[in-house]
């Protein structure tokens, strides 16, 4: 596709639920990065690929935040147990390698109920 | 550990005002500076960037230069447009172990709104 694809656009779920965010990265990028978007803050860094592989995943903010990649391309964040605080919009950005500019996709906003 | 302060907004400007976003930074190293823009009902955008010191990164009539003696980023437009409200976030590159990318540091965003 020509840019970052990210679904679903919204998601409402019940505290205690698991969910699962995908992320469809620009062809060819090699690189593909999970941020989180809270309100009142910055952008949070979660987790980095590069390939299928996840080199810095010092960003999730506990264990019930997962994420893995599949054939160099898609990914998924999957959050288990979801609490009132994981409410945020989930952003993927994916970049070529060796470089620095990121491409981002719209977001997934995440409300916990 | 390497931060970005941006100012707080929002920014209320008329239109063809000038525009000053002030972005300052810690880090170690030579990081690489960005400002990113998400237009109302867009994701975030590329505005421009710089990797070394006294570099300008310039488009669509912003410019931002590269001061490694006061550490900023400032963002600058001589005349905005009602076309330019958007939230504006200032960014540096930080190194990762493997491999050449980087993971990009956020300031908090100011958001601009430019009336006619």
């Known amino acids: 596709g020509a840019g970052v694809s990210q679904s679903p656009s919204n998601k409402v779920t019940e505290k205690g639920k698991d969910v699962e965010l995908r992320c469809d990265p620009i062809s060819g990028h090699t690189a593909l990065y999970w941020y989180r978007q809270s309100l009142g803050q910055g952008l949070e860094f979660l987790i980095y690929?590069?390939?299928?592989?996840?080199?810095?995943k010092s960003g999730l903010p506990s264990d019930r935040f997962s994420a893995e990649r599949t054939g160099g391309s898609v990914s998924t964040l999957t959050i288990q147990r979801t609490q009132q605080e994981d409410s945020a919009v989930y952003l993927c950005?994916?970049?070529?390698?060796?470089?620095?500019?990121?491409?981002f996709g719209q977001g997934t906003r995440l409300t916990v109920v | 550990g390497n931060s970005v302060t941006q100012m707080e907004g929002p920014v209320t400007l008329s239109e063809e005002a000038f525009l000053t976003i002030n972005c300052t930074y810690t880090?170690?190293?030579?990081?690489?500076l960005f400002w990113y823009v998400q237009y109302p009902g867009e994701g975030l955008q590329l505005l421009l960037k710089a990797t070394k010191a006294d570099d300008k990164g310039s488009n669509k009539g912003f410019e931002a230069t590269y001061r490694k003696e006061t550490t900023s980023f400032h963002l600058e437009k001589g005349s905005v447009q009602v076309s330019d409200s958007a939230v504006y976030f200032c960014?540096?590159?930080?190194?990762?172990?493997?491999?050449?990318?980087?993971?990009?540091?956020w300031g908090l965003g100011t958001s601009l709104a430019v009336n006619p």
């Open positions: 880090a170690t190293g030579y990081p690489s």
């Open positions: 690929f590069q390939g299928n592989s996840a080199p810095d």
């Open positions: 950005a994916s970049s070529l390698a060796g470089r620095s500019e990121a491409f």
């Open positions: 960014a540096l590159s930080e190194g990762f172990n493997a491999g050449n990318n980087r993971k990009l540091i």
